[in-house]
C-alpha cells in the first residue's frame, strides 16, 4: 500500500495530538501531585498544632496534679500532726511538741521532716504519705540514720520513727513494722496506730 502525503501529514496530526493529550495529562498528574502536597504539608501543620496543644495540656494537667498532690500532702499532715498528741501518750510516749515540715541544711543538703514529735526523753520523726509504699519507708529509714547529723541538738533523746498513709500499699505496713516503725493510717474520720501492743519500737 503506497503511503500518500496526506497520509503522512494525517500521521503527524494525530502524532502532535497524542502529545499535547500526554502534555495535558502530565500537567494534569503535576497539578494533582502538587495538591497532595499541599494538602500534606497542611496536615503536617495541624499535627503539629495539635502535638503543640496536647503538650500544653499535658503540662497543664501535670502541673495542676501536682498542686493538687502537695495540698493533699499538706491535708494528710494536718491530719496526722494533732493526732500524735494522744496517740503516742497512748503508747507511753508523752508529747511536748509537734512540729510540722521541719528543714535542716547541712554541708549542701536538706533533711526535711514531715512532723516531729518531741518531750524530754523522745524525739518522734513521722514521715507522711497520701499513699505509702515500700519506698517511702526505705527513704525515711536513710532519714533516720542521717537525722543526728542534721539535728545535734536531739543526740540525748531516744530517736524512733513512724510512716502514716491514708492509702497504704500491698506490705509497706508489714515492711515497716518489721524496721521498727509505728504505722500510722486513717481508721473512718480518725488516725490510728497500727502496731500492736507488743510491738517494742526501734531506738535509732
Known amino acids: 500500500m503506497t503511503t500518500t502525503a496526506d497520509d503522512v501529514w494525517k500521521l503527524l496530526a494525530e502524532l502532535a495530538e497524542a502529545q499535547k493529550e500526554t502534555e495535558r495529562c ?81 554541708d549542701g543538703k536538706t533533711l526535711e521532716i514531715d512532723v516531729l514529735v518531741t518531750n524530754e526523753n523522745h524525739v518522734l520523726v513521722v ?32 530517736l524512733y520513727g513512724a510512716v502514716a498513709g491514708i492509702e497504704i500499699e500491698e506490705g509497706a505496713d508489714k515492711y515497716a513494722y518489721r524496721q521498727g516503725l509505728f504505722v500510722l493510717a486513717q481508721r473512718g474520720e480518725n488516725v490510728a496506730i497500727l502496731n500492736d501492743t507488743e510491738f517494742q519500737p526501734k531506738t535509732w
Open 26 to 106: 502530565f500537567q494534569e498528574t503535576e497539578r494533582r501531585f502538587q495538591e497532595t502536597e499541599r494538602r500534606f504539608q497542611e496536615t503536617e501543620r495541624i499535627l503539629k498544632e495539635q502535638s503543640l496543644k496536647t503538650d500544653r495540656q499535658i503540662t497543664r494537667v501535670s502541673q495542676e496534679i501536682g498542686n493538687l498532690g502537695g495540698k493533699w500532702g499538706r491535708f494528710v499532715e494536718n491530719m496526722v500532726a494533732p493526732a500524735c498528741e494522744t496517740l503516742f501518750l497512748n503508747r507511753q510516749i508523752p508529747v511536748h511538741q509537734v512540729s510540722q515540715r521541719v528543714r535542716k541544711r547541712l
Open 127 to 158: 514521715e507522711v504519705k497520701s499513699s505509702l509504699s515500700v519506698d517511702d519507708v526505705k527513704e525515711l529509714i536513710k532519714n533516720l540514720t542521717e537525722f543526728r547529723q542534721f539535728f545535734p541538738e536531739y543526740n540525748q533523746k531516744q
